[in-house]
């Protein structure tokens, strides 16, 4: 079992919707999380991190964490075309490294 | 605020060559910094990770002779290929995080490396 687990997509939606991002992870002790966007060709960019039970908003972006599930997700309302990229789900473990999913591609149709 | 500046963004040298990278955190003390290493299409992969003034604790199947790192002071790291051949080319992205364990990565523009 992957120690965090992606849909790899793409996920597809119109311009003006709800993209749902979703990923699972393994490791019961880990206490941050962590959405990172990725353009392609470009480095990752911190989107949101949330660390305890619920939702998080900023802006356009909600994280949800339920921990006793081992599920974090990130929506984006509104989407817009710029939204389209690669959307990282990343764990803190306890070494304090961080374990990357696969990522999910989005891709926002005008 | 948390900007990483990475440089170089781009190399192309001949195989052999050894390429320094630097990692510089530009508006915060880096208490740990953290190099990736990234394939087309395919998630991040941790190659090590570094303190100031420590020796960098390397990831399994990451040869420490031939990826060299040094965290000379909180704002800086470095990443040297030594000897670099073909297989190595690829996208170098590195990240650097303060304060206690679980903040967030903040990540360098990344450096993608060409060898011939």
């Known amino acids: 079992q992957k120690e965090v687990e992606q849909n790899s997509g793409p996920l597809s939606v119109p311009e003006g919707a709800i993209a749902s991002l979703n990923c699972t992870y393994s490791?019961?002790?880990?206490?941050?999380f962590f959405w990172y966007r990725q353009y392609s060709g470009k480095s990752p960019e911190l989107i949101m991190f949330?660390?305890?039970?619920g939702d998080k908003e900023d802006g356009r972006f909600t994280a949800q964490l339920n921990k006793a599930s081992q599920y974090v997700s990130l929506l984006i309302r509104d989407s817009q075309p710029s939204d389209s990229a690669t959307y990282l789900c990343?764990?803190?473990?306890?070494?304090?490294?961080?374990?990357f999913g696969q990522g999910t591609t989005l891709q926002v149709k005008p | 605020g948390a900007v990483v500046s990475q440089h170089p963004s781009w190399v192309i040298c001949k195989s052999g060559t050894s390429v320094k990278i630097e990692c510089r955190s530009l508006?915060?003390?880096?208490?740990?910094m953290f190099w990736y290493r990234q394939f087309p299409k395919k998630s991040l992969m941790l190659m090590a990770t570094?303190?100031?003034?420590?020796?960098?604790?390397?990831e399994q199947g990451v040869e420490k002779d031939k990826f060299l790192i040094n965290h000379a002071s909180l704002t800086l790291s470095t990443l040297t290929v030594t000897s670099a051949h073909p297989e190595d080319s690829s996208f170098y992205i590195c990240?650097?995080?303060?304060?206690?364990?679980?903040?967030?990565?903040?990540f360098g523009d990344g450096t993608r490396l060409s060898i011939l």
């Open positions: 990240s650097a995080s303060w304060g206690q364990m679980g903040q967030p990565q903040h």
């Open positions: 490791d019961r002790g880990s206490q941050s």
């Open positions: 949330i660390y305890s039970n």
């Open positions: 990343a764990v803190n473990v306890i070494t304090g490294k961080l374990i």
């Open positions: 508006d915060f003390q880096a208490t740990t």
């Open positions: 570094s303190s100031e003034g420590s020796k960098a604790t390397y």
